[in-house]
């Protein structure tokens, strides 16, 4: 028996349905949108991202992920869409989602197989950031709490705001989220200081950054920031960035049950542009407004733990 699992988190990058949202900006992706969305290519999306879920880990990995978290994901209509696809179904995901206040109507998301891990709760932490026209609303921070091979943790899923207007006049949104997410683990670690958490995101900061060094206060092992991440997650602006982190709490880190391996991107060929001026560079679902039946601008992270009997 593999001892081994694997815990995940992917933006999957704009995984809209079809249907145009009443309270959402998601016009762009419908079938009159300028990406001309529709069920053929929304089905496709749904494929290729149960193809990449199911086979995330390092190469001698024989299990898909035991949960994940992912961002930028519409509603609860894709998540079952893609639990229940050909590479997915057999694996018995189920997920945790709440709509958020996002204005693109994009949110986080948790998924677990249930074999593995038994959920006891879960919450989310709305946030609003100033903005250029006063306060605005932005993604949830999820929290999830569960039973994973009787071991009790915690697990907060993020996706901090974007660097698009700029990294400088947005770098105090992601600030605001940091603090957030510290209050939110002094709060965890308050009602039993022997708790054990995960954090994972796309933060769009780096593990260096002011908001993960300094904002964030607790002393969390970066495992993005330690292992083997190649050349990043994502491009940003022509550049390699880890954007995407696991960050693993003390407790569970130095526990005797679940002990922690090792941490990577997975990035097979199939991931990567092949050719252009993006060659590279993850293998997106457009370029441009040309639909490549791509999968994100982000390659998947993951942590490999090892299960002690």
Request: charged fraction near 30%; proline fraction near 5%.
């Amino acid at each position: 028996m593999n001892s081994k699992h694997t815990i995940a988190f992917y933006n999957l990058e704009n995984l809209f349905d079809p249907e145009e949202g009443k309270h959402t900006l998601d016009a762009n992706f419908t079938p009159t949108g300028i990406y001309r969305w529709n069920q053929g290519k929304y089905r496709r999306k749904i494929d290729n991202l149960g193809k990449v879920i199911s086979e995330i880990g390092p190469k001698n990995s024989q299990n898909p992920p035991v949960f994940l978290g992912v961002c930028e994901v519409e509603n609860r209509t894709c998540l079952k869409d893609l639990t229940n696809c050909d590479s997915l179904s057999k694996y018995q995901y189920s997920f945790v989602h709440f709509e958020s206040n996002d204005r693109r109507g994009l949110d986080t998301a948790f998924l677990y197989r249930t074999k593995h891990f038994k959920l006891l709760n879960s919450e989310t932490f709305s946030i609003e950031v100033e903005g250029r026209m006063g306060r605005e609303p932005t993604r949830d921070i999820l929290y999830v709490e569960g039973v994973l091979f009787n071991e009790h943790i915690h697990v907060l899923i993020n996706h901090w705001p974007s660097r698009l207007e700029g990294s400088r006049s947005t770098r105090e949104k992601r600030r605001t989220l940091a603090r957030e997410l510290d209050k939110v683990v002094d709060s965890i670690y308050h009602k039993d200081p022997k708790s054990k958490i995960l954090i994972v995101g796309d933060f769009n900061d780096q593990p260096k950054d002011y908001s993960l060094r300094k904002d964030f206060t607790h002393d969390f092992f970066n495992a993005s920031e330690q292992n083997d991440f190649g050349p990043g997650t994502a491009r940003f602006k022509n550049k390699w960035v880890i954007f995407d982190q696991i960050l693993i709490d003390q407790n569970l880190l130095n526990n005797e049950s679940l002990n922690y391996v090792t941490a990577g991107v997975y990035s097979p060929p199939y991931l990567i542009e092949t050719r252009g001026r993006h060659k590279g560079s993850p293998k997106r679902s457009f370029r441009g407004k040309r639909f490549q039946n791509g999968y994100s601008d982000h390659f998947p992270v993951y942590a490999v733990f090892d299960l002690s009997h």
